[in-house]
C-alpha cells in the first residue's frame, strides 16, 4: 500500500510514514525523512524552547525510572520504613564487592539495558537517607578500627 508525502509530494510505500498514535491504523501525512527534516528546522529555529522541553523530559523520565525500581525493593526503607518522598530513598548494596556500577552512575556510564539495571537493584537494599549515612559512618567505623 502507497502514501503520498504532502511535504516531498513523493509516493512512498506506508512503512516510511510515521505512525499517527492518535489513531490505531493511521499514519502521519508526511514520510519519516521530511518529519524528521521538519523536527529539525524547528529545533534549530527554536533552540531555547527545544532545550527547556528536553530538560523537563529527562527529569520526568529518570523520576518515573526511579519511582520503578525503587517499586522492585518494596517501595520503603528496609530498615525504618520511611515512604514518604521516593527521593529521599536510596540504593545500597548489600555487598560493596560484588557491585558492578552505582545505579545513580548508569545514565554516566551508558547502561540502557533495563534488564542489567534490574538485575543490579537486586543486589542492593532500599533505604532511607538517614539510615543510609548510618550503614556508611559504620562501615567506615569499622574500617578505621581495622586499621587502628
Known sequence: MNKLCIKCGKEKEIKEFVKDIRYK??????????ANKSALTWMKK?????NKIARTNAFFRRQREKEYLINILGGKCEICGYNKCFNSLDFHHKDSNK??????DRRYLGIKNKNKTIKEVKKCMLVCANCHRELHYKETEQKYLKQV
Request: charged share 40%.
Open 25 to 34: 491504523k493511521a499514519h502521519r501525512n508526511t514520510c519519516k525523512k521530511c
Open 46 to 50: 527554536n533552540r531555547t524552547q527545544w
Open 99 to 104: 557491585k558492578e556500577f552505582k545505579i545513580a
